[in-house]
């Protein structure tokens, strides 16, 4: 377009690109891409787009409909290891008290059979001394049967029962460190069983706080999808592209016979705000009379125009 056939007329079209910002001024845009296509070509490629636009709407709506059901399950997930994680440490109390009681009764046991064996220790070695004041009868009975008894040994009966009755305490002393030893371990045991848990559901938690970040991140994306922008993702190479002077204006030299459209896009920011604007319009030399074609925030694309027609138009075109 922009190499004309000799035979073919030129048109001479001018354009000025700006903003209005809230204060009523007007700020015109330099440096801005407005590109020139062929009609025919720009109206299959918006076609091409309004397809995929939709494909990609449904595509969110299903990654919507799994991140809820992740969430949901992730939720589920949850509740059934708080719930598995409570009868467990219910489970480990019952355990741990039956244990500890058992510990404790069976270390109880051992110290007595000790004590007591030290006790008959000391009446091997020496004759049994009478209790002292006025004994009961059980008291009288226990020292009369240990004075019999040790008068009915012989020195060496004595001194061997002695050594039997260390080596007694001895195993005694050893089977209260294994119970010590089996406690400790026991309780290490559940400690670590506790911190297991508790990482299980720290790991439910994140589970949940990554299916919510998904979906809060899939619903933003749905939210301000489509945009305009979307519409022109991925535009062919135009027949003619020029860019706005420091005044945003710009000069286009079309064929008279040849109808087309025109294209520009802003992102930029302009005085503190981030302004987004699209323009398309579609142009016919032959037929329009001459004018300056305006773009501003005012007749800039919206969703609606992009979604239902994609053309806008131009004041004086």
Known sequence: MSACSAFEQEARMEGQVFVVVP??????????????????????FLEERETAVEEARKLLERKLEEGRAGLVAAREAREREIE????????????????????????????????????????????PQAPEGIPTRQEFAAYSERLERWYSMARSE???????????????????AEQRAERAERLESWEVERKELAAS???????????????????AERRSFPSVADYFEGLPNPELRVRTDANGEFTLVLSRNRPAALVARVNREIRGNREQHAWLLWLDPAKQEPGKILLSNHNSMDLQDAAETLAVTTEGM
């Open 23 to 44: 204060a009523g001024d007007s700020v015109p845009l330099s440096l801005v891409e407005v590109q020139v296509f062929e009609r025919e070509s720009i109206s299959r």
């Open 84 to 127: 598995r994680i409570r009868a467990r440490r219910a489970a480990i109390e019952e355990e741990k008290r039956e244990f500890l009681e058992q510990v404790s009764d069976t270390i109880e046991d051992y110290r007595q059979r000790i004590l007591a064996n030290e006790a008959f220790i000391i009446d091997l070695d020496e004759t």
């Open 158 to 176: 004595r001194e061997a029962w002695q050594v039997v009755l260390k080596g007694q305490n001895e195993d005694l002393e050893s089977a209260i």
């Open 201 to 219: 559901i720290e790991t439910h938690d994140e589970a949940v706080v990554a299916a919510e970040r998904a979906l809060r991140e899939v619903e």
